[in-house]
């Protein structure tokens, strides 16, 4: 079974630039989640999706970002303007079923520097 | 808002021994509890997990307990191996969609 896709894996930009990230999640998998990963720390829920539809956005910095998760498959991830405090790893997971324990599988990742 | 705390941030072993890492919650609606594995530059694994109705589970070298009355779960891995050395994330779930809230990691060093 093919895992999380994700693209691009690096990204560097300067300040106030917009960056998008794309993700294509398991077949089948209903649930997709972006993460916010600083270095040094954990995974931080940035924002949920059910199908095309928004579970949980409620960390999501909306001044700046935004998401969308078209057809209820793919996902995209948007910075605008972007802030050094941006600098991480967006990591995209996906999971079975939405209001069950199943398990989230990442993918890779995207690194971001914002200069 | 929900609470996360691992303990300890590091935790240096030698090979062989036996590493615990605690993890406790505040939401005692938290249903689901897994631990997941992130070696460096990539990304994280689940690697055990446990649910609300089970006291522990283990599957070979790796444990996983739960205490809802004390709202804490605990990793524990035996005969611990070089490959072992990694940070290692608790992440009880919150509400009622699966979200996820992950602690601030353990940093595991398994010295030979």
């Known amino acids: 079974e093919a895992g999380v896709a994700q693209s691009p894996r690096y990204k560097i930009i300067e300040k106030r630039q917009s960056v998008a990230f794309w993700c294509n999640p398991i077949?089948?998998?209903?649930?997709l989640y972006w993460y916010q990963q600083i270095l040094g720390q954990g995974p931080k829920l940035l924002i949920q999706?059910?199908?095309?539809?928004?579970?949980?956005d409620s960390q999501l910095p909306k001044d700046r970002f935004s998401a969308e998760r078209l057809k209820g498959v793919d996902s995209t991830l948007k910075i605008q303007p972007a802030k050094l405090e941006d600098s991480a790893v967006y990591l995209c997971?996906?999971?079975?079923?939405?209001?069950?324990?199943?398990?989230?599988?990442f993918g890779p990742g995207t690194r971001l520097t914002v200069t | 808002g929900e609470n996360v705390e691992q303990h300890p941030s590091t935790l240096s072993v030698q090979e062989g021994d036996s590493a615990v890492i605690k993890c406790t919650y505040s939401?005692?609606?938290?249903?689901?509890f897994p631990w997941y594995k992130q070696e460096l530059g990539k990304r994280p694994q689940l690697i055990i997990d446990?649910?609300?109705?089970?006291g522990e589970k283990k599957d070979q070298r790796i444990a996983v307990t739960l205490n809802k009355t004390a709202k804490h779960f605990s990793l524990h891995i035996t005969e611990t191996q070089p490959e072992d050395s990694a940070v290692y994330f608790c992440a009880p779930s919150v509400g009622g969609y699966n979200k996820l809230i992950f602690g601030a990691g353990t940093r595991l060093a398994v010295h030979p």
């Open positions: 077949s089948g998998h209903a649930t």
């Open positions: 999706f059910q199908n095309n539809g928004v579970v949980d």
């Open positions: 997971a996906s999971s079975l079923l939405l209001g069950s324990a199943y398990e989230q599988y």
């Open positions: 446990i649910r609300s109705n089970v």
């Open positions: 939401d005692s609606a938290s249903n689901y």
